[in-house]
T-cell receptor
């Protein structure tokens, strides 16, 4: 069964540095998403992306964050000037229209 | 705005016993409903979905859920659990035609031998 893949599985970064989290969505999916889960808290929506533009974003997704689909297969989340509170598990997801979202195994981001 | 409430944070149960994980949601518009399972150190795996049609939906691993519109509930059930069902279970909703999925806080199911 096709799956969403995320790299790296664990990223450790110094506070203030930029980090890029990478995802390869399921190949025939057109809708892409990022979510995060701070330890012990709910899974929270960050952003959705369709047709090379953001279709919806949450209040968490401020100017510190950006997303990009640099080629036909990758979908990235960039976090500029990371803060301690950015430490979380970040999940990428993809879907077809009006279908369930399929999630990757996540990238654990640790900010030191 | 939509919200999801999972009424139990932890559910301990003995192997081969039945289990029900409760979920209530709030929304002023029609939604899709989902249950996801998260095993340790893994991502979110879709267990089952309600998009339309029959209110009783069957998913993987012997789980099923019933959509009750009048009670705004979508409880998850399994008649006989296994040790391998030990995991975190998330109820979730998404507005029809919308993009973001709203998750509940999760219920940790712990199956004891």
């Amino acid at each position: 069964e096709p799956e969403v893949t995320q790299t790296p599985s664990h990223q450790v970064t110094q506070m203030g540095q930029e980090v890029i989290l990478r995802c390869v969505p399921i190949s025939n999916h057109l809708y892409f998403y990022w979510y995060r889960q701070i330890l012990g808290q709910k899974v929270e929506f960050l952003v959705s992306f369709y047709n090379n533009e953001i279709s919806e974003k949450s209040e968490i997704f401020d100017d510190q964050f950006s997303v990009e689909r640099p080629d036909g297969s990758n979908f990235t989340l960039k976090i500029r000037s990371t803060k301690l509170e950015d430490s979380a598990m970040y999940f990428c997801a993809s879907s077809e229209r009006d279908q369930p979202q399929h999630f990757g195994d996540g990238t654990r981001l640790s900010i030191l | 705005a939509q919200s999801v409430t999972q009424l139990d944070s932890q559910v301990p149960v003995f192997e081969e016993a039945p289990v029900e994980l409760r979920c209530n949601y709030s929304s002023s518009v029609s939604v899709y409903l989902f249950w996801y399972v998260q095993y340790p150190n893994q991502g979110l795996q879709l267990l089952l979905k309600y998009l339309s049609g029959s209110t009783l939906v069957k998913g993987i691993n012997g789980f099923e859920a019933e959509f009750n519109k009048s009670q705004t509930s979508f409880h998850l059930r399994k008649p006989s659990v296994h040790i391998s069902d030990t995991a975190e279970y998330f109820c979730a909703v998404r507005v029809i035609g919308g993009f973001k999925t709203i998750f509940g806080a999760g219920t940790r199911l712990f199956v004891k031998a």
